[in-house]
């Protein structure tokens, strides 16, 4: 099939279909990086830029290297020494960036909905590179093709998204993706950092981790994003961890072949044990290469080009 949409804003706007067709893509995409030479001409003379209104080591790190691995041209804005502090509108900033003409405008920001506003206004496709608590979309889409590579399918298994679900766009994205999928998903935190929509999405809600992964064959835990809260959501670190922080003893719990997942960064300790991190179960760090696979598919399908 083929990828029509000018821009990717969100998981909720996608079907089904949609879905597969990108996750096939980022799966035949990914012997690229495989390769001796990890690169072909595929987006030669296409340019990505990307503006990060916030901080990101694997969502910008991995847009640039699928794009130079698509051979595509590469802008990156860093925001703490552009004009945006000197007083510059978001949308003053995004139209000159377009009279450079660029093909695809990748864009993190603080504000949910800031992608969607710019979308509405520039010619250039624009990607959500994750906007305020909002949405996540490449994130939850490379989930979902690590979930498909461990498991071998998407449809019917048991998946437990543990921690800050409230300030989590990933939870969010996950959420939708998963349950779009045919996976049936329950999330646990504590019960303020549960937001009363969670069922509205598809999602079984509770606030006790043991219960959330029992026969779970899918743990995906998530930070404390303490960024964005103030003290009257947890009491303490130690506290949190003690309830909602992932240990061996869990896994006894989840199905035998359960794979544990983490967007990162890592709160080695308060989330999640070392031991957990980086056991046998772990496939953090191939949701990391898959990353990169992900969004090479992205703009492989929003800009087009020849067949790598």
């Known amino acids: 099939m083929e990828f029509r ?14 879905i597969r067709h990108i996750l096939d893509t980022a799966a035949s995409l990914k012997e690229i990086s495989t390769r001796p030479i990890k690169k072909v001409p595929t987006l030669r003379g296409k340019t990505v830029v990307t503006v990060f209104y916030e901080p990101s080591t694997r969502t910008r790190m991995s847009f640039e290297i699928a794009a130079k691995r698509l051979s595509a ?59 305020g608590l909002h949405a996540h979309p ?24 543990i921690g800050d679900i409230a300030h989590s766009r990933v939870a969010r994205s996950d959420i939708q993706a998963f349950t779009k999928m045919g996976s049936r998903v329950t999330v646990a935190g504590p019960a303020t950092m549960l937001p009363p929509y969670l069922e509205s999405l598809g999602a079984r809600v509770t606030c006790s981790l043991e219960e959330a992964v029992a026969g779970a064959d899918v743990i995906m835990m998530l930070r404390l994003q303490l960024e964005r809260m103030g003290q009257m959501f947890l009491s303490t670190l130690r506290e949190y961890s003690r309830f909602f922080g ?3 003893r869990h896994l006894e719990l989840a199905q035998p072949d359960a794979i544990i997942m983490h967007p990162g960064p890592l709160n080695r300790g308060v989330e999640i044990s070392p031991e957990v991190a980086d056991g046998a179960h772990s496939v953090i760090l191939e949701q990391v290469t898959n990353g990169v ?7 492989y399908l929003m800009i087009g080009g020849e067949k790598a």
Do not use: F, W
């Open 5 to 18: 949409r000018k821009d990717l804003l969100g998981i909720a706007e996608l079907d089904p279909d949609e």
């Open 73 to 131: 041209d590469t802008l990156n804005l860093t925001v703490a020494a552009s004009s945006a502090v000197k007083g510059e509108t978001l949308s003053d900033t995004a139209h000159n960036l377009e009279a450079m003409q660029p093909d695809v405008l990748v864009i993190r920001h603080y504000a949910s909905g800031a992608p969607h506003y710019l979308a509405r206004r520039l010619k250039c496709g624009v990607i959500n590179a994750g906007d």
């Open 138 to 161: 490449t994130q939850a889409l490379l989930d979902l093709l690590t979930v498909r590579e461990a498991k071998g399918r998407l449809d019917g298994l048991n998946v437990a998204i």
């Open 246 to 248: 992932l240990g061996l």
């Open 293 to 299: 696979a992900v969004r090479m598919a992205m703009l």
